[in-house]
């Protein structure tokens, strides 16, 4: 049974167990995954890939009705789901497990597709189009971003970072992480200062630099570094990066030393932790120690005083902070 996005409102969750999210606009498919499904869900979440569902269907098929037994709820979710995975979606459906919601997310799915078929068919099942964004969709994410954080911008920057998402509210919200990273010590932001970040896309992801900071793999940070030209105002948004996902690093350890449970720690953490960055987490996680990413936190702010004394040396500087631990 097909639902349109501006008609979940009318749809009772609570009703159904199988769910099917298609279309380019995956951002917008996390949204909703968080906002009707998810959120403040206490059961377990597991997440497979359909690589991962192809190769051990027999095996999975097995732990998810033998997890049934131990945990009251679960909410099954998997990535990249094609027809391929039309056997396993018939033997699953098929034995009815309680307390169980499955949410399929996929690509473009052509008409003649037969999982779309099964989905818009079968009313016990629901199918969610999901359509690339337009200005309409994307201009109250912006305004609604800088007004809780109390940035300033003009109507051709806000025009400017639409243009740049080029349709997807997931490359938009990467771009609104640049500038808050960036806005922590100036909220009034210029048009040429966010077109700078901005195209910091035209250089490897930031988030992976960082990320592969927080992980300690000393061997990619120097190749990343070295592979790229990044500007003084560059360097600023990796320390402000590395500052705002250490913090929230910090805050993760914290809680897992007294949990003794990431997973359950990661899959409570807010804002989510999208199901590509668990891994990382993870190694983040047994590569640091409170007491050490603490004190790493305040030496950030030295590093930023450095470089804005000595702007010249900016790239010197960070990659020597980032190459020494």
């Not at 994307?138 to 740049?164: A, G, H, Q, W």
């Not at 913090?247 to 993760?252: C, N, Y």
Request: charged letters at 30%; glycine letters at 2%.
């Amino acid at each position: 049974m097909i639902f349109k996005n501006f008609e979940l409102n009318k749809l009772n969750f609570n009703n159904y167990s199988y769910y099917l999210l298609y279309g380019k606009n995956e951002g917008f498919q996390n949204e909703i995954i968080e906002k009707y499904i998810t959120k403040d869900f206490e059961g377990e979440i597991i997440k497979y890939d359909e690589n991962e569902i192809l190769s051990n269907e027999e095996s999975i098929i097995e732990e998810v009705l033998n997890q049934s037994l131990f945990s009251d709820r679960k909410i099954l979710i998997i990535s990249r789901t094609t027809d391929k995975s039309l056997k396993f979606i018939k033997k699953l459906t098929e034995k009815k497990v309680n307390d169980l919601i499955i949410i399929y997310k996929s690509g473009l799915l052509e008409k003649k597709s037969k999982l779309r078929c099964l989905f818009e068919k079968d009313k016990s099942l629901i199918i969610i189009p999901f359509y690339e964004d337009d200005l309409k969709s994307l201009l109250p994410i912006v305004n609604d971003f800088m007004t809780k954080n109390e940035i300033k911008i003009s109507r051709e920057t806000v025009n400017l970072l639409i243009e740049r998402a080029s349709g997807s509210r997931e490359s938009l919200r990467k771009e609104l992480e640049k500038i808050y990273n960036y806005s922590i010590t100036n909220k009034n932001l210029k048009f040429e200062t966010v077109k700078k970040l901005s195209n910091l896309a035209e250089n490897i992801d930031l988030n992976e630099l960082v990320d592969q900071y927080l992980i300690k793999n000393t061997k990619h940070v120097t190749r990343i570094l070295s592979e790229n030209n990044y500007s003084n105002d560059d360097c600023m948004l990796i320390l402000r990066t590395i500052l705002m996902k250490s913090k929230r690093l910090l805050g993760i350890i914290e809680r897992n030393n007294e949990e003794k449970n990431i997973d359950n720690v990661i899959m409570s953490t807010r804002p989510p932790i999208f199901w590509k960055e668990k891994e990382n987490i993870k190694k983040q996680v047994n590569n640091w120690n409170f007491k050490e990413l603490r004190n790493k936190i305040y030496q950030i702010s030295e590093v930023e005083t450095l470089i804005k004394t000595n702007t010249r040396n900016s790239l010197n500087i960070v990659s020597d902070f980032m190459q020494n631990y």
